[in-house]
């Protein structure tokens, strides 16, 4: 089993930036691609960023220009640079991962999602 835990929302004015990070734990053997979603109030939780192992990256066309996303593989980290944020970027934020896991000599994919992290962007 893979858990995620995310950190660094919180409230910041338009204009302004803030970084996520989540760290990945557990019997991990390996992790593909890590990402980043949102959700707003009333609407779907969307892809906002996705980085694969190799580190190509792939964003949504609301965020590019303004978003960036790195991941420190040696440490199963992702990290999400979020600046120039409007307030249509309010949501919360969910940190995803999906590779393969280790344990009693079997080798599982697993795909894993963290608690969120919200982000208001507001004056």
């Known amino acids: 089993q893979v858990q995620l835990v995310e950190s660094g929302g919180g409230l910041v004015q338009p204009g302004g930036s803030l970084r996520l990070s989540c760290a990945a734990s557990?019997?991990?053997?390996?992790?593909?691609?890590m990402g980043w979603y949102r959700r707003a109030p009333g609407n779907q939780r969307e892809l906002v960023a996705t980085v694969t192992s190799a580190g190509s990256t792939n964003y949504a066309d609301s965020v590019k220009g303004r978003f960036t996303i790195s991941r420190d593989n040696a440490k199963n980290m992702v990290f999400l640079q979020m600046n120039s944020l409007q307030p249509e970027d309010t949501a919360v934020y969910y940190c995803n991962a999906a590779g393969r896991t280790w344990g009693r000599g079997t080798i599982a994919k697993f795909t894993s999602w963290g608690q969120g992290t919200q982000v208001t962007v507001s004056s």
């Open positions: 557990g019997s991990i053997f390996s992790i593909d691609a």
